[in-house]
């Protein structure tokens, strides 16, 4: 058989000579989409200062990325169901190639946001389908080593963002200071599209639902005006406009959920909010991804402009975090499957240690050494590799089979606008905190951070079911 060649879920064959090295392909591809949230975090200073780029700024650089991602998420997945796994996934990773060399081109920091916005649709077009992809030309035990493979690679790619950028930045290749974190991209892309137009197979699932337009767009703008007055509120001083904004995108995507009940193919189907374990499972995310995504912001930014930390210096610290994770990840399978909600809670309270450790280091002196960080990022890096793997497993465990594609969907999509709703909370109580320096800005991004995690923990005593995993 051929690359082109279309193969769907229900068709059993002989296993695709080429998916090793379509594996390969497939994973890379997604580790640049790891790397483009990481890497910009560490530049954010040097962005700053060669934008003139506000604090307002600097968290749309982060959070509309994910932002974008988390509102067209779930569509994408979609369309490659219909129109063909390779063609989407090929159409997104050149589409984050012209975006990437866009970022790397921006002359003002409302340029660079905008083309992050575009990265992050590109992104959200290309990463569904890798798993899909994966999903159809594996099978068994094969299966199983792969997306072991695929988390470790995941790791790996948080941590080698954080460095590289770090790296490239300092290094100041040709001038050009901060925009080869995003220029470096491009050639890697292209090389990836020829690789993969060769070497993936093409899939697609039979009876897949078509997308809503009107669905889509009902809830990009419900999480669009979650999440805007939260970054916007302080430019101008939290007028009430940002409470009847976050009203109105609440009331979007509660009213999109009840519009489209009993629908096949809802973006929010009711029937799957209403089992506890599933809808437990989401709050979990979205309070635990939310700490997470916004400690590596407000982190990033208090080390170098807060504690003198030079790019590369606050890229290998921050290292520390991701490298946490790598310890425990090959115990996690078999830590799930034997004491299940326990493994998510044990991980939450390891991250909370961890931000304490943080908290008591970063937010008692001026000066803090690089030692001091590493226990707290270490714990906060193991902390999430115990929460968000078994959370996942837990959560689709709960979810009917009929189900299970469009609530791994939804999973996804919260994840990301979790992602984004921590860099505009912790960013917001960083940038107020700045007012009583830097120490300030930190212990209150730390005591927001711990707060969001004891709230997670509460939820999954509360309602995570079942205890294991089926």
Same mark, same amino acid.
């Given at each position: 058989?051929?690359?082109?060649?279309?193969?769907?879920?229900?068709?059993?064959?002989?296993?695709?000579?080429?998916?090793?090295?379509?594996?390969?392909?497939?994973?890379?591809?997604?580790?640049?989409?790891?790397?483009?949230?990481?890497?910009?975090?560490?530049?954010?200073?040097?962005?700053?200062?060669?934008?003139?780029?506000?604090?307002?700024?600097?968290?749309?650089?982060?959070?509309?990325?994910?932002?974008?991602?988390?509102?067209?998420?779930?569509?994408?997945?979609?369309?490659?169901?219909?129109?063909?796994?390779?063609?989407?996934?090929?159409?997104?990773?050149?589409?984050?190639?012209?975006?990437?060399?866009?970022?790397?081109?921006?002359?003002?920091?409302?340029?660079?946001?905008?083309?992050?916005?575009?990265?992050?649709?590109?992104?959200?077009?290309?990463?569904?389908?890798?798993?899909?992809?994966?999903?159809?030309?594996?099978?068994?035990?094969?299966?199983?080593?792969?997306?072991?493979?695929?988390?470790?690679?995941?790791?790996?790619?948080?941590?080698?963002?954080?460095?590289?950028?770090?790296?490239?930045?300092?290094?100041?290749?040709?001038?050009?200071?901060?925009?080869?974190?995003?220029?470096?991209?491009?050639?890697?892309?292209?090389?990836?599209?020829?690789?993969?137009?060769?070497?993936?197979?093409?899939?697609?699932?039979?009876?897949?639902?078509?997308?809503?337009?009107?669905?889509?767009?009902?809830?990009?703008?419900?999480?669009?005006?979650?999440?805007?007055?939260?970054?916007?509120?302080? &430019? !101008? %001083?939290?007028?009430?406009?940002?409470? /009847? +904004?976050?009203?109105?995108? @609440? *009331? $979007?995507?509660?009213? =999109?959920?009840?519009?489209?009940?009993?629908?096949?193919?809802?973006?929010?189907?009711?029937?799957?909010?209403?089992?506890?374990?599933?809808?437990?499972?989401?709050?979990?995310?979205?309070?635990?991804?939310?700490?997470?995504?916004?400690?590596?912001?407000?982190?990033?930014?208090?080390?170098?402009?807060?504690?003198?930390?030079?790019?590369?210096?606050?890229?290998?610290?921050?290292?520390?975090?991701?490298?946490?994770?790598?310890?425990?990840?090959?115990?996690?399978?078999?830590?799930?499957? &034997? !004491? %299940?909600?326990?493994?998510?809670?044990? /991980? +939450?309270?390891?991250?909370? @240690? *961890? $931000?304490?450790?943080? =908290?008591?280091?970063?937010?008692?002196?001026?000066?803090?050494?690089?030692?001091?960080?590493?226990?707290?990022?270490?714990?906060?890096?193991?902390?999430?590799?115990?929460?968000?793997?078994?959370?996942?497993?837990?959560?689709?465990?709960?979810?009917?089979?009929?189900?299970?594609?469009?609530?791994?969907?939804?999973?996804?999509?919260?994840?990301?606008?979790?992602?984004?709703?921590?860099?505009?909370?912790?960013?917001?109580?960083?940038?107020?905190?700045?007012?009583?320096?830097?120490?300030?800005?930190?212990?209150?991004?730390?005591?927001?951070?711990?707060?969001?995690?004891?709230?997670?923990? $509460?939820?999954?005593? =509360?309602?995570?079911?079942?205890?294991?995993?089926?």
């Amino acid at each position: 058989m051929t690359t082109e060649d279309a193969m769907t879920e229900t068709e059993p064959e002989a296993p695709y000579s080429r998916r090793w090295a379509a594996m390969v392909v497939l994973i890379l591809a997604f580790a640049l989409d790891l790397l483009s949230v990481t890497i910009v975090n560490v530049a954010l200073p040097a962005i700053q200062r060669g934008l003139g780029a506000g604090p307002t700024d600097l968290e749309w650089i982060s959070a509309g990325y994910l932002l974008a991602f988390a509102v067209a998420l779930i569509t994408a997945a979609r369309l490659g169901d219909l129109w063909g796994r390779k063609r989407v996934f090929l159409v997104g990773l050149a589409a984050f190639g012209l975006a990437s060399a866009w970022c790397g081109l921006a002359h003002g920091p409302g340029e660079l946001i905008a083309a992050r916005a575009a990265q992050g649709l590109a992104a959200a077009a290309l990463t569904p389908q890798v798993m899909s992809i994966m999903y159809t030309i594996f099978h068994g035990r094969e299966r199983a080593t792969v997306f072991g493979v695929f988390g470790i690679i995941s790791s790996f790619a948080q941590a080698g963002g954080l460095a590289l950028g770090g790296v490239l930045v300092t290094a100041d290749l040709g001038g050009l200071g901060w925009r080869t974190i995003f220029l470096v991209t491009v050639p890697a892309v292209f090389v990836l599209v020829g690789l993969g137009a060769w070497l993936i197979p093409e899939s697609r699932a039979g009876g897949a639902a078509r997308p809503r337009p009107v669905a889509a767009a009902v809830l990009t703008v419900g999480l669009v005006a979650i999440v805007f007055p939260l970054l916007e509120g302080q &430019r !101008y %001083g939290w007028p009430a406009w940002c409470a /009847g +904004c976050l009203v109105v995108g @609440l *009331g $979007a995507v509660v009213g =999109l959920a009840l519009a489209e009940r009993g629908r096949p193919g809802a973006l929010l189907p009711v029937e799957l909010l209403r089992l506890r374990p599933v809808a437990t499972g989401l709050a979990v995310m979205l309070l635990a991804f939310s700490g997470f995504s916004g400690f590596l912001l407000v982190f990033a930014l208090w080390l170098q402009d807060g504690q003198g930390y030079s790019p590369l210096a606050a890229g290998l610290v921050t290292v520390a975090f991701p490298a946490g994770a790598l310890p425990v990840a090959p115990f996690i399978g078999r830590l799930t499957v &034997r !004491y %299940g909600r326990r493994v998510v809670l044990t /991980g +939450c309270a390891a991250a909370v @240690l *961890g $931000a304490l450790a943080v =908290l008591v280091a970063a937010g008692g002196a001026p000066r803090v050494g690089a030692w001091a960080l590493v226990p707290g990022l270490v714990l906060l890096g193991a902390g999430i590799n115990l929460c968000i793997p078994p959370l996942v497993t837990l959560y689709l465990a709960a979810v009917p089979p009929r189900h299970a594609g469009s609530a791994s969907g939804i999973l996804s999509t919260v994840q990301q606008f979790g992602g984004a709703l921590g860099v505009a909370v912790l960013g917001a109580v960083f940038f107020a905190g700045l007012a009583g320096g830097y120490p300030a800005a930190i212990t209150g991004s730390m005591i927001t951070m711990i707060a969001l995690l004891v709230a997670a923990s $509460a939820a999954v005593v =509360l309602g995570l079911t079942p205890k294991r995993a089926r």
